[in-house]
């Protein structure tokens, strides 16, 4: 059974910094990307960053420059840094791993809140 579990978010003022990271229960060679997904309240789920396989990187416009996603396929976890916050960051984040549409699986979430 695929797991994965976040770390803790939390609150941070505007202009911190904030690390989450994700541990997944079976080996991430598995997946062909592992990324970062958020929803803030009354707006749909939207892609953060997310790395390949091949360890290819992409971000929302909206974050470029502040956030880095890294994987470590030894531990079996995916990290996002997340700097420079802002008040419009905050949201619930999601991990997510997929390969195809039956083989994509999320963890519970975890809030973040970046106060002004």
């Known amino acids: 059974q695929v797991q994965l579990v976040e770390s803790r978010g939390g609150l941070v003022q505007a202009g911190g910094s904030l690390r989450l990271s994700c541990a997944v229960s079976v080996s991430i060679f598995s997946f062909n990307a592992m990324g970062w997904y958020r929803q803030a309240p009354g707006k749909q789920r939207e892609l953060v960053a997310a790395v390949s396989s091949f360890g290819i990187r992409n971000y929302a416009d909206s974050v470029k420059g502040r956030f880095t996603i890294s994987r470590d396929n030894v531990k079996n976890t995916v990290d996002l840094q997340m700097n420079s916050l802002k008040p419009e960051d905050t949201a619930v984040y999601y991990c997510?791993?997929?390969?195809?549409?039956?083989?994509?699986?999320w963890g519970q979430g975890t809030q973040v809140t970046v106060s002004s």
């Open positions: 997510n791993a997929h390969t195809d549409p039956l083989h994509d699986y």
